[in-house]
Antibody, heavy 118, light 107 residues
Framework: EVQLVQSGAEMKKPGESLKISCKGS????????IAWVRQMPGKGLEWMGI????????RYSPSFQGQVTISADKSINTAYLHWSSLKASDTAMYHC???????????WGQGTLVTVSS | EIVMTQSPATLSVSPGERATLSCRAS??????LAWYQQKPGQAPRLLIY???TRATHIPARFSGSGSGTEFTLTISSLQSEDFALYYC?????????FGPGTKVDIK
């Protein structure tokens, strides 16, 4: 069974750093792209970027380029989303998803809620 | 970037009725269009990809149609579990973009 399990909710202060994770199982982790999707409170879905764990090829949506870093450790089947300096506007639910075919998200993690507040 | 719009923003439907949701792209996305269902507190669920192919385990009452810039998701007979938010996603051009969503609620 394909599963993506994300790390738990985080509460941080502005300016702090944070790395959240997404661990895949039940499939060949290195053979599928992983996407990160943001969902701000009460809002829609925003595509942040993708990574191919097989070779760590990474692509960012223009809105998120330079704002976050996406990485992966294929030895432990885990993808990451990292902020070096959080802002209050980073408060959101963050979803990871496996992509199949022409980059279609099929399996999703349960989401990680990040709250940034002073 | 391609801008996606969805209409209506909210659709009020009685159980057993048909629901028709629309998604429009600002330029052609060919058939690279997917539909997702999201319920409160849950991750999105893939319903349709390639504009008209049902994903695994998706009931036949869900169907998708369209190509180019105009797409439709039809739920032939709404069940109680279908009241949710629905998003379209274009994945033909980088970056992929979701539409703003249509909320299907009980009339």
């Amino acid at each position: 069974e394909v599963q993506l399990v994300q790390s738990g909710a985080e509460m941080k202060k502005p300016g702090e750093s944070l790395k959240i994770s997404c661990k895949g199982s039940g499939y060949s982790f290195t053979s599928y792209w992983i996407a990160w999707v943001r969902q701000m409170p009460g809002k829609g879905l925003e595509w942040m970027g993708i990574i191919y764990p097989g070779d760590s090829d990474t692509r960012y949506s223009p809105s998120f380029q330079g704002q976050v870093t996406i990485s992966a450790d294929k030895s432990i089947n885990t993808a990451y989303l990292h902020w070096s300096s959080l802002k209050a506007s980073d408060t959101a639910m963050y979803h990871c998803a496996r992509l199949f075919g022409q980059l279609v998200p099929d399996y999703w993690g349960q989401g990680t809620l990040v709250t940034v507040s002073s | 970037e391609i801008v996606m719009t969805q209409s209506p923003a909210t659709l009020s439907v009685s159980p057993g009725e048909r629901a028709t949701l629309s998604c429009r792209a600002s330029q052609s996305v060919s058939s690279s269009l997917a539909w997702y269902q999201q319920k409160p507190g849950q991750a999105p669920r893939l319903l349709i990809y390639g504009a008209s192919t049902r994903a695994t385990h998706i009931p036949a009452r869900f169907s998708g149609s369209g190509s180019g810039t105009e797409f439709t998701l039809t739920i032939s007979s709404l069940q109680s579990e279908d009241f949710a938010l629905y998003y379209c996603l274009q994945y033909n051009n980088w970056p992929p973009h979701f539409g703003p969503g249509t909320k299907v609620d009980i009339k």
